[in-house]
T-cell receptor, first 113, second 109 residues
Framework: DGGITQSPKYLFRKEGQNVTLSCEQNLNHDAMYWYRQDPGQGLRLIYY???????QKGDIAEGYSVSREKKESFPLTVTSAQKNPTAFYLCASSINADPLGAFFGQGTRLTVV | SQELEQSPQSLIVQEGKNLTINCTSSKTLYGLYWYKQKYGEGLIFLMM?????EEKSHEKITAKLDEKKQQSSLHITASQPSHAGIYLCGADTSNQFYFGTGTSLTVIP
């Protein structure tokens, strides 16, 4: 079955540690996206990638980093520079550069203590 | 300020009641999407509207885009507990993509 998989579903980290969230898709989609969701703020774009080995900053990229070495994978690293990392993170992919028509993963809830 | 404003922010209704969620923009919406999100999960695409005055329905959910293409409404008829979740709108405003702030819906059996 084709889909987009995020792992883990829940993640706990100590303050000051970097943490990497996984996102894998087998839909053969070129574009992939990372969003952060906070209560009352909807989805905010962190990074997106339209092609392998290329990615662009979104609206709130500070404190985050990504890589796109393979078409199927778009991992997100939350660095210690991110001031308020506790949030729900959603990964998405789309066949073209249309984030609204994207398929979404099930999300990862990151809690930094 | 948010490009897409949703109202209300949260809604609690008795099972069987009708309800409406609104999504408003100050800019023309060239593509308006509605999604549903169960708590702690990903987004599920519901419907897309593109033309002014367009209306689409799926089961008990109807979405409309106004003639000026600046506001969309999502109407649920005879709500059920399975309708509970967060409803988000997303829109294309001339190649800028935005998501709304979300509306949390609780349906009391």
């Amino acid at each position: 079955d084709g889909g987009i998989t995020q792992s883990p579903k829940y993640l706990f980290r100590k303050e000051g540690q970097n943490v990497t969230l996984s996102c894998e898709q087998n839909l053969n989609h070129d574009a992939m996206y990372w969003y952060r969701q906070d209560p009352g703020q909807g989805l905010r774009l962190i990074y997106y990638s339209q092609i392998v080995n290329d990615f662009q900053k979104g609206d709130i990229a500070e404190g985050y980093s990504v890589s796109r070495e393979k078409k199927e994978s778009f991992p997100l690293t939350v660095t210690s520079a991110q001031k308020n990392p506790t949030a729900f993170y959603l990964c998405a992919s789309s066949i073209n550069a249309d984030p609204l028509g994207a398929f979404f993963g099930q999300g990862t809830r990151l809690t930094v203590v | 300020s948010q490009e897409l404003e949703q109202s209300p922010q949260s809604l609690i209704v008795q099972e069987g009641k009708n309800l409406t969620i609104n999504c408003t923009s100050s800019k023309t919406l060239y593509g308006l999407y509605w999604y549903k999100q169960k708590y702690g999960e990903g987004l599920i695409f519901l419907m897309m509207l593109q033309k002014g005055g367009e209306e689409k329905s799926h089961e008990k959910i109807t979405a409309k885009l106004d003639e000026k293409k600046q506001q969309s409404s999502l109407h649920i008829t005879a709500s059920q507990p399975s309708h509970a979740g967060i409803y988000l709108c997303g829109a294309d405003t001339s190649n800028q993509f935005y998501f709304g702030t979300g509306t949390s819906l609780t349906v009391i059996p």
